[in-house]
């Protein structure tokens, strides 16, 4: 078996990450399916949350590469 | 003729030595992907990469200042664009975010928006094919700045003792738990938030591009490969590469939005009066 430990690492890392995303656009459905009105003023402060979570699976894919 | 088309395309993209498709097992591409051979022989700074980012300065300058220049009431589509752009830019992230005081950050947000988006683009665009900000250097200076423009607009509001007290003793927290969080406040503000940003938008287009890459290069190899079966499969890593490619924009977009956005949240969080 080839590779390294940085893509188990990798892997794990992506677990947290992926229950995140999940977690913010929940919150943005339910939001929005509650009060439909409120879509424009939820969508940047979903996409902001979703750029932040997704920030820390990207710093450990890139690290997968580099190190 | 496709097949010398791919090989073409092969050997443009990496930065090392071409590999022949059907000869050699799949090579995946890695970070040597990034690494671009001296145009002029200049020490190593004088690549691709540094081409792009002056292409983007001209670009931007020239969209910006050909909307401008007529200034009509009734716009022409070109000044129409522009003031969308900056509209944009000024209503949803400086105004909304910053609030009171926000004129004097619009330009620097406005110009780091459209700049990002146009290094950005250049990883999807037609000849160009390569994300400069998948280059750390790049981000890095973008971040410094903005670290320079908050910390810098903070001390001057608040004076520099009055900066640090605002930042590491928020209110409205009991005493003994500031000597946990002033640390963590100081750590955080100070030193990761550059980290982060500068990181956040060099491993979006880090990964992109590398996503790109194998879905391109794996069809390109399953192409030219003997076996018939990676043949009739080949389409498939195509038509990946291709949904990718969308996918990529919006990620492009996004991530130009999410720096200017947090370059102004911290400026706003710079800026707040905590009592």
């Known amino acids: ?67 | 003729m496709a097949l010398t088309a791919l090989g073409s395309v092969l050997s443009a993209e990496e930065g090392g030595e071409a590999v022949d498709p059907s000869k050699a097992g799949f090579v995946a591409p890695t970070s040597l992907e990034f690494a671009f051979p001296d145009i002029i022989a200049s020490d190593g700074w004088l690549t691709k990469p540094m081409l792009q980012i002056v292409l983007s300065v001209v670009v931007v300058f020239l969209f910006f200042f050909l909307s401008a220049r007529k200034r009509s009431m009734v716009p022409s589509r070109f000044q129409f664009a522009g003031e969308g752009i900056y509209g944009f830019i000024r209503n949803g992230v400086g105004r909304d975010v910053i609030g009171h005081g926000f004129e004097r950050f619009v330009p620097y947000l406005v110009t780091l928006f459209a700049f990002i988006y146009v290094n950005n683009v250049m990883g999807i665009f037609p000849g160009l094919h390569f994300p400069t900000m998948s280059r750390i250097g790049f981000p890095i200076v973008l971040a410094l700045f903005t670290w320079a423009v908050y910390n810098y607009v903070g001390m001057r509001k608040f004076g520099v003792s009055g900066y640090f007290k605002n930042m590491m003793f928020p209110p409205g927290v009991p005493k003994p738990v500031y000597i946990l969080l002033a640390p963590i406040e100081f750590v955080s503000v100070f030193l990761v938030r550059p980290v982060t940003l500068a990181l956040r938008l060099f491993a979006n287009m880090f990964a992109g591009h590398l996503l790109l890459l194998v879905f391109m290069l794996g069809g390109a190899y399953m192409l030219a490969n003997e076996s018939l079966v990676l043949n009739f499969l080949s389409p498939f890593a195509f038509i990946t590469a291709i949904a990718l490619t969308f996918f990529e924009a919006l990620i492009q977009l996004l991530q130009a939005y999410i720096f200017t956005l947090l370059t102004a949240v911290y400026i706003a969080g710079a800026l707040a009066e905590e009592h």
């Open chain 1, 1 to 67: 078996m080839e590779g390294t430990l940085n893509l188990v690492g990798y892997g794990i890392g992506a677990a947290g990450a992926s229950i995140g995303v999940g977690m913010v656009f929940v919150a943005y459905i339910n939001g929005v399916a509650r009060q439909p009105e409120a879509r424009g003023m939820l969508q940047p402060i979903a996409f902001l949350g979703f750029a932040l979570v997704e920030a820390l699976a990207l710093f450990g894919l890139v690290l997968a590469f580099v190190l």
